[in-house]
């Protein structure tokens, strides 16, 4: 499996990022694609996940109303669109699949990439 993530960088609060992610070679077509972030000296936090045939979007408290999570199939890519940026979403960002191909529960295992760095700064 093969999973990169792209898009990071730095903004100023209430600015905006987007966030990309291809991945490929999971056993199926159809899983959950999971943005999972983690702040230094945090435990990685779960973000927002969406299935692969673009449904089921899903957010965590901290950012639901503000990222948005999307899929263009052509070209294979999800999409993290982080509006009204807060401090506390500096953070690195990773794009996963479980094994299971179900929604991120921090158990541990699965796939990730290397993640993007995203800083929020004034």
């Known amino acids: 499996v093969q999973i990169r993530e792209s898009g990071g960088g730095l903004a100023q609060p209430g600015g905006s990022l987007r966030l990309s992610c291809i991945a490929s070679?999971?056993?199926?077509?159809?899983?959950?694609i999971n943005w999972v972030r983690q702040a230094p000296g945090k435990e990685m936090e779960w973000v927002s996940s969406?299935?692969?045939?673009?449904?089921?979007?899903h957010y965590g408290d901290s950012v639901k109303g503000r990222f948005t999570i999307s899929r263009d199939d052509a070209k294979n890519t999800v999409y993290l669109q982080m509006n009204s940026l807060k401090f506390e979403d500096t953070a690195r960002y990773y794009c996963?699949?479980?094994?299971?191909?179900?929604?991120?529960?921090?158990?541990?295992?699965?796939?990730r990439g290397q993640g993007t760095q995203v800083t929020v700064s004034s």
């Open positions: 969406i299935y692969t045939d673009g449904s089921s979007p």
């Open positions: 996963t699949i479980e094994l299971d191909g179900g929604i991120w529960d921090g158990r541990g295992g699965g796939y």
């Open positions: 070679g999971f056993r199926s077509p159809y899983h959950y």
